[in-house]
């Protein structure tokens, strides 16, 4: 495979460590990028939640308004490598850029959609916000990574999680409120549609002039040892296809990668269908179905939060993430078998735990996967899981949404319980190699790049390691 470079790139010329600094700009940026993913997330769910308004304001069918949902995970899954190479060649501010902007073009392209029969325009206005997603859900490990130190990095990935789930949680609450079932007065209903997204439209505006001017590429110094050792390798060492090879090569990882997308899958689904679900056992609940879908993320987003803390103080990346699972199943089960009381009261319960478990999963998916395949791309690895949690979201919705139809709720959410079931099997599959915590604590230093071999043009992937200033080679 020909010779193999050595070098010990993390030990300036006098042996020491790279200096570090956290920027106080890192929480400008975290602000800004939370508030863009959660405008993005309330353009994916408005539809959703109101179903039954857009089916007869469109004259369409229920699968037609699911597919106004579905459409972020269909665009996402085709989009995610080319959006991650872009991220990895171009930098964090032009993708940055690129979804803030996507998703105010999508959100003015809806305000030309009020009207009955433009079903098709509001289509491919939602189809350039499921674009901006592509964007912006890759984002929060690699914003987190890239500004904030060790003891802080999966707290702000959490938060930048979070912004998502917000978005989610007042689209929810906001939709049913702002747009009242009224089929019997087109013209109201079209005057509260138009409000929703005129606003919309101007939220996303300024957070995008926002956006262009707080996001710069990194600090000025890097905030953490494992960013200094990336910082240290050349743009043109760097191959992206063969940190693609490195992610599938990593077993730890693919396991990761599908037990990720069944539970965050079993969220969009859970998410998508929630008010066809309330609106069979508790009929003219709109609101209300607003407003559990609202407790289930708010509920989610505390579950983030905690999560992030308890992994910055304990690094228990694993442990954290199978006990998680587990409880998710256990929420799952729950609310499954007590949708149908009548009590609309133990649904909010059973929706909030369900949502403290479910989603607060997300976060400490994207933080173990930063964990188990440092020094590859963060975004990548995101991108990955977000890509996963696409493909499993369309295929559960699609056949949740047919056991709903055809038989009842219960039989949607119990193939969502297998499924999960299955998830708890392939975490616990998993080996937990912390390698990111190890080079910030200083147990080893790692630098990667990826050299191309001339007679043989292919990619070798060379990681020089000091312990206690000795270089070894990593296997």
């Known amino acids: 495979m020909g010779s193999i470079t050595r070098r010990a790139a993390m030990l300036p010329a006098g042996g020491g460590r790279a200096e570090t600094r956290l920027s106080r700009r890192r929480l400008a940026v975290l602000a800004v990028f939370s508030c863009y993913s959660l405008v993005n997330a309330f353009q994916w769910i408005q539809y959703s939640i109101l179903s039954n308004v857009f089916v007869s304001f469109y004259r369409a069918s229920f699968a037609h308004v699911d597919w106004l949902s579905m459409v972020y995970m269909v665009a996402y899954v085709p989009l995610i490598l080319p959006a991650t190479w872009l991220l990895d060649a171009r930098g964090l501010r032009l993708t940055a850029l690129l979804g803030a902007g996507l998703n105010a073009l999508g959100a003015w392209l809806k305000c030309a959609s009020v009207a009955p029969g433009r079903y098709a325009v509001t289509m491919a206005a939602q189809g350039v916000c499921a674009v901006a997603q592509v964007f912006i859900l890759g984002l929060p490990s690699r914003v987190a990574a890239v500004w904030f130190g060790p003891a802080e990095v999966s707290t702000a ?102 037990s990720y997308g069944i539970m965050t899958g079993a969220f969009y689904s859970v998410s998508t269908l929630l008010n066809q679900m309330i609106i069979t056992h508790y009929e003219g609940e709109e609101v209300n179905a607003g407003r559990i879908g609202l407790t289930l993320v708010v509920a989610g987003m505390v579950g983030s939060i905690i999560c992030g803390l308890w992994l910055d103080y304990t690094k228990t990346y694993k442990q954290t993430t199978l006990i998680v699972y587990i409880l998710s199943f256990i929420g799952m089960v729950v609310f499954t078998f007590t949708l149908d009381l009548g009590y609309l009261i133990v649904v909010f319960v059973t929706g909030g735990v369900l949502g403290f478990f479910m989603t607060g999963y997300l976060p400490l998916g994207f933080e173990f996967a930063v964990e188990i395949t440092y020094p590859e791309s963060e975004g990548t690895s995101s991108g990955l899981l977000n890509a996963s949690a696409q493909i499993f979201g369309i295929i559960f919705t699609l056949v949740q949404g047919k056991l709903i139809t055809n038989y009842s709720p219960r039989a949607g959410n119990l193939f969502l319980c297998a499924w999960i079931f299955v998830g708890i099997i392939l975490t616990a599959l998993i080996k937990s190699d912390l390698r990111r915590h190890n080079v910030n604590s200083g147990i080893m230093n790692v630098d990667v ?22 270089t070894f080679l990593l296997p």
């Not at 005129?198 to 710069?216: C, D, H, M, P, R």
């Not at 790049?449 to 206690?468: D, G, L, R």
Request: a negative charge; hydrophobic letters at 45%; aromatic letters at 10%.
């Open 449 to 470: 790049k990826a050299v191309s071999h001339n007679t043989e043009n292919e990619m070798t992937t060379i990681m020089s390691i000091s312990y206690w200033h000795l």
């Open 157 to 258: 990935c959490a938060v930048a999680v979070l912004g998502n789930q917000l978005g989610t949680a007042i689209g929810f609450l906001l939709p049913p409120v702002l747009v009242p079932n009224t089929p019997d007065d087109i013209d109201l209903m079209a005057h509260n549609i138009s409000i929703m997204f005129y606003g919309t439209a101007i939220v996303s505006t300024l957070l995008f002039l926002l956006t262009g001017v707080v996001f710069e590429e990194k600090p000025k110094y890097p905030p953490s040892h494992s960013q200094a050792v990336l910082q240290t390798v050349p743009p043109e060492d760097y191959s992206y296809k063969q940190s693609i090879i490195n992610l599938f090569k990593n077993i730890p990882f693919v396991l990761l990668l599908i």
